[in-house]
């Protein structure tokens, strides 16, 4: 049976965890959410959901990741996959089945789950969200031949090739990133539509200025950076 164990970066989502907890399907070995310097009732929410729990006071999106990356490489037991989802409650966590499906069944090495538009529900995605990715993604495609899409959050990584990646971003930057090493490794991946819903709470990304801009710098500037190698 494949062993599959998913990680949640956490920061003030005490009203969203718990959903997204009881709604990951049973096929998960662990539910591991880190809390990333909350000042709510997350690590209480998420803890009582069920849920293993991780406390990382750095901020930043990559830091997070990474404190349940370094968790998991100390268990007895090595997992097969990864997945990684926001807990925000704006993926529908019921849908890990379909995301994790083509590394179960076509051993592919990496899933994106794709927030399509005809799948995303109004004003889901803001404006400058819908543009980055729009940007971001063209931007591979030219420099890389990549076929992707979406740099959505909701995704699935083989474990092994996620340590060959050697993860390092600590922020915004982290999906782009992941993303660009799969191209730059040659490993074999695909992309599943996947529904999308508002999210409940504010974006600490997307919902501020700051965020926007910070986001999209990381993320043109890891783009570059690889386009250079």
Known sequence: MTDIKVIIPA????ESIANVIKEIPKIVSEIIVVN???????????????ATV???????YGYACL??????????????IIVFMDGDYSDYPEELSKVVKPIVENDLDFVIGARTKALREEGSMTPQQVFGNALATTLMKWFFGASFTDLGPFRAIKYNKLLALEMEDKTYGWTVEMQLKVLKKGFTYTEVPVRYKKRIGISKVSGTVKGTIFAGVKILGWIFKYSLK
């Open 54 to 60: 991780l406390t990382e006071d750095r901020m930043g």
């Open 36 to 50: 990333n310097n909350s000042t709510d009732d997350t690590a209480l929410n998420a803890r009582g959901a069920g």
């Open 11 to 14: 920061y003030n989502e005490a």
């Open 67 to 80: 404190m349940g990356i370094n968790y998991i490489s100390k268990q007895s037991k090595t997992p097969d």
